[in-house]
């Protein structure tokens, strides 16, 4: 009981819109919502309308509306407004076959008190996260690892395999966090916990790759694919609330923006630019241009590189676990002027993914995708394929035997792993989406904002758009003369028509994350040279001798470590 009423605790800054708690003989369920739909009528824990289940959850289903419609009659007669209550009712007539048509962010919890057991769910993407620790005598699941944690008080031994893959990928492998006790949940994956009887049943989501049949080479596609779009726009804008929206001037936000002004009640426009440099951010420029074909005024956030202190600090209270990215700095000023104006954030993550918007998409020719791979100029793709190269410099044999690290680097659950020789680039997007995008980005994304009291969706998250583009042909997926053509067709016959055909300035040439670690390099080098994770002998002694002349991505993950294990030693 004192373990559950820590967890709860812990839980309150995921949520400040009302906690709730239920309880019986067998179990504890508590939720701290952050509240969008059905505001003043949604209090979790949810029962359904029989009273037999229980359910709390984190996210929303976007698509409740339509689902509404297919409850049977008595369940729907009596429904209770909001749309986790829908996702319980359809449980409780299909079960867990209900979760296949769940379309939006979310993680779900379900108890049933005549069958003593407990379903976990958890979205495709893996948009919102679930962790649980499972032992002979507690099975416990929470939202953030570090809830875990203080529920636990101790007993959770740092996995070192999964420390040296986030070195040096960004990201754990499979089920593994850095705890070894602690496991996630897979996006997609439906985990069932039978009490008294220890035994579990999982099973995956249908793939995202089924949902939508490939398109023939010649055949029609792209319509359906504005068609797609114009729903994922109406899926993210269900809310209850009003909404603001991270506009940078590129097509990814001004669509976002364009279908908000359309039907939504949008807060506010806001866009974060970097003041470094007297000239102006090119990138503001644009902004500032676009926003006045659209009629609103912007909200323009200044940005500076915080000190050092205050990225301890943003690191330390704000992220659940070591961010792969410094990315979570500029973010965090975006989500602390959106707090101010509206309970949900939108964006367009995940755009240049799903629409190929990286200019390597186009430099694949006939290239196999392990030679495409082997010479793609992203730093994503060299930290990948130099992952054997990394272990033999930074891993000690004697300490950790390579019989632990996986020898697959890329890791492929992702349901596109099937074209990784017939269509490459398709390959290499699925990647950037399901891996790199969702895991190294979004998840510190999502801890950093719900910290600030702003849920961030977006769109182009949406699996049923995602589906519709990856099964086009890779020649009518990707134009290399026309960025992201697909994308482009949302302003066909509008004032705004050619104004994307010009790729927008790089993110990170005005966001100077490379010379903020060297302006700060004595604090930043000792964070890492005299932390924890030095002491652990972890990485061997010749790399960190030689630390100022490694990427500085991995610099920075190797600080965003040592941070998060320095925060851990103190609580």
Known sequence: MEAARRLGASLAHRGRSGQGSFSDEHLILHCARHAVIAIDDAHQPLHDTTGDLVMVGNGEILNYPELTMRLPPERRQRLVPGDLQVALEMFAAHG?????????????AVWARSS?????VRDRLGERPLYYYDTADVFMFASEVRCLETALQGGL????????SFAGLGRTFGDQTLLRQVKTLLPGEVLQYQWGQDRHSRRQLAPIATLCEPRDAQGGGEEEVLRLLEQANRRVLVADCPVAVGFSGGIDSSVVLKAALESADVAAAITVYSVRERRLDENLRRARAVAKVFGVDL???PFTMPSFEDTVELLTTTLDQPAAEPLVLHNNALHTAARDHAPVLLGGNGADEVFGGYARYNDVGSATTAQWMGTSQWERWRRTSAWRTFLDHVVDDGFLAYADVPADALDRPFPYSFTEHSDPVLFGQALDLFRLMCYDNFRATDENGIARGVEVRSPFFDIDLIA????????????????????????????????????????DDYFPYPDWITANWKDFSASILEGPLAAMELLRGPVLRRLEELDWRLQWRLFALSTWLTRRSRT
Do not use: C, W, Y
Not at 116 to 120: C, V
Not at 157 to 164: F, G, K
């Open 116 to 120: 003593r057991q407990l379903t976990l």
């Open 157 to 164: 031994d740092l996995d070192e395999t999964s420390m040296v």
């Open 96 to 108: 867990a076959a209900a979760f296949e048509d769940l379309r939006g962010p979310f993680a779900l």
């Open 468 to 507: 519709g583009v990856f099964a086009l042909p890779l020649h009518r997926r990707i134009d290399a003369a026309t960025p992201k053509h697909l994308l482009q067709q949302a302003f066909a016959n509008t004032p705004l028509e050619s104004t994307f055909l010009v790729r927008k300035v790089g993110f």
């Open 299 to 301: 909200l323009e956030v």
